[in-house]
C-alpha cells in the first residue's frame, strides 16, 4: 500500500468520524419531534386518565419507573416499565412500551431498542404514534449504514402529507453517508432543503451536514426549488450556521 493511498484512508476516516460526531450531536434534536408527540400524547392523556382513581395507579406505575431510569437504576426501571406495561391503564402501557425501547437504546441494547419501536409500530392503532416509532427505529440504525433498514421503516413516511417526511430523509440521508455513499446522501439532504415545509431547525442541521459533504468535495445538486430560494443554497460562505447552538426541540 503506497503512503499516498494510506494518507488517503485516513483522511476519509477523519471525514466519517466528523459527520459521526455531527450525528451524535444532532441525534437528540432528529428525533426531538418525534418525542415531542409522544409527550404531548403522554401529557394528555396522563391528566385524562388521572382524574379518576383506577387510573391513579398506572400514574404512579410510569412516574416511579421514569424516576428509576433518571437515577440511573436500568434494571429497577425495566421491572416498573413492564408492570405498567402489563397492568396500567389508558395510555400508560403505550408510554411505558416506549420508554423502555428508548432505555435499552440509552443502555446499548439496540437491537434490543429496535425490535420493540417496530413491535410497537405494528401494535398500535395511532398513525402518528406508528410513524414515531418508526422513526425512533430508524434512529437506532444510522450508525450501521444500514440503508436498506432504514428506508424500510421510514421511507413510506417520505409523502408530502406526512408531517416527519424531512425527518425521514434526514435519517435516509444519515444512513446513506453511513455505508459510504455520500453522494446518496447529499441528494436526498438536497429534497430537504427544497421542501417548503422543512422546519428551520432541520434547515440548518442539513446546512451543517452539506458543509461536512462540501469539505469533501461534494456539492448539492441544484434544484428548480433551490434556483427559486438562492439563500438555500451552500456555499464555503456558510460556516457560520454550524456554529450556531442547536435550539430546543419543539422550540
Known amino acids: 500500500?503506497?503512503?499516498?493511498?494510506?494518507?488517503?484512508?485516513?483522511?476519509?476516516?477523519?471525514?466519517?468520524?466528523?459527520?459521526?460526531?455531527?450525528?451524535?450531536?444532532?441525534?437528540?434534536?432528529?428525533?426531538?419531534?418525534?418525542?415531542?408527540?409522544?409527550?404531548?400524547?403522554?401529557?394528555?392523556?396522563?391528566?385524562?386518565?388521572?382524574?379518576?382513581?383506577?387510573?391513579?395507579?398506572?400514574?404512579?406505575?410510569?412516574?416511579?419507573?421514569?424516576?428509576?431510569?433518571?437515577?440511573?437504576?436500568?434494571?429497577?426501571?425495566?421491572?416498573?416499565?413492564?408492570?405498567?406495561?402489563?397492568?396500567?391503564?389508558?395510555?400508560?402501557?403505550?408510554?411505558?412500551?416506549?420508554?423502555?425501547?428508548?432505555?435499552?437504546?440509552?443502555?446499548?441494547?439496540?437491537?434490543?431498542?429496535?425490535?420493540?419501536?417496530?413491535?410497537?409500530?405494528?401494535?398500535?392503532?395511532?398513525?402518528?404514534?406508528?410513524?414515531?416509532?418508526?422513526v425512533l427505529a430508524a434512529s437506532n440504525l444510522v450508525d450501521k449504514g444500514d440503508v436498506k433498514s432504514v428506508e424500510a421503516r421510514v421511507g413510506g413516511l417520505i409523502a408530502p402529507d406526512n408531517a416527519l417526511r424531512n425527518v425521514a430523509r434526514e435519517l435516509v440521508g444519515l444512513a446513506r453517508y453511513a455505508s459510504g455513499d455520500a453522494k446518496g446522501a447529499s441528494e436526498i439532504f438536497a429534497q430537504i432543503v427544497a421542501d417548503p415545509g422543512v422546519s428551520l431547525d432541520l434547515l440548518r442541521r442539513v446546512q451543517i451536514y452539506q458543509e461536512q459533504l462540501l469539505s469533501q468535495g461534494i456539492k448539492p445538486p441544484v434544484t428548480k426549488d433551490a434556483l427559486a430560494n438562492p439563500a438555500s443554497l451552500v456555499t464555503t460562505a456558510t460556516p457560520a450556521v454550524a456554529n450556531e447552538t442547536p435550539p430546543t426541540p419543539g422550540n
Do not use: C, H
Open 1 to 134: 500500500m503506497s503512503e499516498e493511498t494510506i494518507f488517503s484512508e485516513v483522511d476519509e476516516e477523519l471525514r466519517s468520524e466528523r459527520m459521526r460526531n455531527l450525528w451524535r450531536r444532532f441525534g437528540p434534536f432528529v428525533i426531538g419531534a418525534a418525542v415531542l408527540i409522544v409527550v404531548m400524547v403522554g401529557v394528555n392523556e396522563g391528566w385524562r386518565w388521572y382524574q379518576n382513581s383506577v387510573s391513579a395507579r398506572s400514574s404512579d406505575q410510569f412516574y416511579s419507573a421514569i424516576s428509576l431510569i433518571e437515577n440511573g437504576d436500568s434494571p429497577a426501571a425495566l421491572i416498573a416499565l413492564d408492570e405498567t406495561v402489563a397492568s396500567g391503564s389508558g395510555s400508560y402501557p403505550v408510554l411505558a412500551r416506549f420508554a423502555k425501547a428508548a432505555l435499552l437504546a440509552k443502555d446499548g441494547k439496540l437491537d434490543e431498542a429496535v425490535a420493540a419501536y417496530d413491535a410497537l409500530s405494528t401494535d398500535l392503532s395511532q398513525p402518528r404514534l406508528r410513524d414515531v416509532a418508526l
